[in-house]
């Protein structure tokens, strides 16, 4: 398992989920068999190219924007964020709040959070709590994907961390498999414990290397989480 795939292995990967041959998606997308394979062998492609595979793979707006970050020389691994300015902008939050790094290691925390070290490990140790953790381990998955495609070398750490979604999930081996990716801000209402939540996570910037993650009950109040 890669997390920082090339291209090519994630288009495969994509196009063997979508249950198409290299034949068959050759065709659709209008350029011979072998242009396909040297896409999927990692021979740069147009631009034009790259938008007819796109439309063929039906990649949703998430999945293009992967494509596009994967086509372009990737950035240098992050430098540490500065903790006194994460610090700043969690501690005071009424709601459990954490900054998390590429790897969902856990940066700073609000002090209504539980204390944990990594928000998918813990997710993991309560994953019988989710009513549905097939769908949070997926997306997980998803988002690690997304955040490791900026990098050549986003490091070991999402590659543990991965691996343990997927050793803990079989929809998030699945989604890994499929080559599924999800990059925007969400807020969604989930459910712990037999309680509703909603869980929000957003970008801090533009930088990816570190991403806020809050929980609050459906009235926006603190909810009751354990560690």
């Known amino acids: 398992m890669t ?4 291209v090519g292995v994630w288009l495969a990967a994509v196009r063997r989920g979508a249950g198409l041959t290299q034949t068959v998606a050759a065709r659709r997308a209008g350029i011979t068999s072998r242009a396909w394979q040297a896409i999927e062998a990692g021979r740069q492609a ?16 998430a999945a293009v924007r992967h494509l596009d970050r994967l086509s372009r020389p990737p950035y240098a691994a992050p430098a540490p964020p500065d903790p006194a300015q994460l610090s700043q902008m969690v501690t005071g939050l009424a709601v459990p709040a954490w900054v998390v790094d590429p790897a969902w290691n856990v ?6 959070a539980p ?14 709590l989710w009513d549905d953790w097939p769908t949070i381990a997926g997306q997980a998955v998803a988002r690690s994907r997304a955040v490791a ?20 999930s079989d929809a998030a081996a699945a989604a890994w498999s499929a080559g599924r990716v999800e990059d925007t801000p969400h807020h969604e209402v989930v459910r712990l414990a037999g309680s509703a939540i909603t869980m929000q996570w957003a970008w801090l910037g533009a930088d990816p290397s570190a ?4 929980i609050t009950d459906i009235d926006g109040r603190p909810p009751v989480l354990s560690s």
């Open 3 to 6: 997390v920082a795939q090339p």
């Open 46 to 61: 147009s631009p034009r190219t790259l938008a007819r595979v796109a439309e063929v793979l039906d990649l949703d707006a």
């Open 107 to 112: 940066l700073s925390a609000s002090s209504a």
């Open 115 to 128: 204390t944990v070290h990594n928000l998918a490990s813990w997710a993991i140790q309560i994953s019988s």
């Open 149 to 168: 495609s900026w990098y050549a070398a986003p490091g070991q750490a999402v590659l543990d961390i991965v691996a343990a979604l997927c050793a803990a």
């Open 211 to 214: 991403r806020l993650v809050m």
